[in-house]
């Protein structure tokens, strides 16, 4: 028997955390370990004041980020092969909660309580191939008819729950989406591993001689600060030349621009 959750978290750095299992829910607020952003609280309505979680101005009951996932883990283990599903959970809710997790030494012990994932944002386009919009909110506009407030973990949980229960009844369309724990794990390897290379470039965009977005293309290409150093060292704006203009499966490793080469090139240069 497969047991599944309906997942949901809430910003970068989680603020609450709610899921549900049937009709039982879990849900917890989580007082933040640095200042909640005018934007966060823009969004989801939560600010922290006088070591205090604010909800819309109301003093919310919250706890520690390593008692929220200890909590968390120990209503997953009250079933078996749980299967957790929530809304673009590939991409974004699960490598914040593996963050989290693993800065609380409880990566280990979450890998244990769960058999897989299942991503609604790829559910959805299975099931309901053509829509205009795959945002939650707007599926459940479009396929109910219905609007909530979409700003809240709860409320995203339930409204989740509600939106898979009615309008997705063939039972393929949750094997094809299903995503495995071990392909999730690696994924967020993946991101971690490019976090530090993306970091090591950081130099190179406080000095503006690689755009954000530039630099993001060298990290995905596998390329770090150390690797251009060393291609400078041995053949100058060559070897920069080189390694940028290789030969990959989508045309080039990273640009065929003389002129980022020349910058790139002669930045190297002063170091």
Known sequence: MITYFIFAGRTSHILQLSAKRDEEM????????????????????????????????????????????????????????????????????????????EKCSLLDKFMT????????????KSSHPGLSSYSQPNLFQTLL?????????DEDVDALYTLVNK??????????TYLSKKFILEKYLSMKELQKICLSLKLLVDNKILSISMARIIAKSGLSLKHLKLAFTRNGAKGIRDIFTESSGSGVRVTKSQKIINKVSEFLQTL
Do not use: W
């Not at 008819?145 to 973990?153: I, L, M, N, S």
């Open 26 to 101: 879990y849900n917890s607020f989580v007082l933040p370990s640095c200042q909640v952003t005018q934007k966060a609280a823009e969004i989801t309505g939560i600010t922290f004041e006088n070591g205090q979680l604010l909800f819309k101005g109301n003093v919310m009951p919250a706890v520690g980020i390593k008692k929220c996932l200890n909590d968390f883990i120990s209503f997953l283990d009250k079933s078996h092969n749980n299967v957790i599903i929530g809304h673009n959970i590939c991409n974004y809710d699960c490598m914040v909660l593996y963050t989290a997790l």
């Open 113 to 124: 309580s769960i058999s897989g994932f299942v991503d609604t944002l790829l559910l959805f």
């Open 145 to 153: 008819g219905q609007t909530y407030d979409a700003h809240r973990a």
């Open 167 to 176: 309008t997705v009844v063939d039972n393929c369309h949750f094997e094809k």
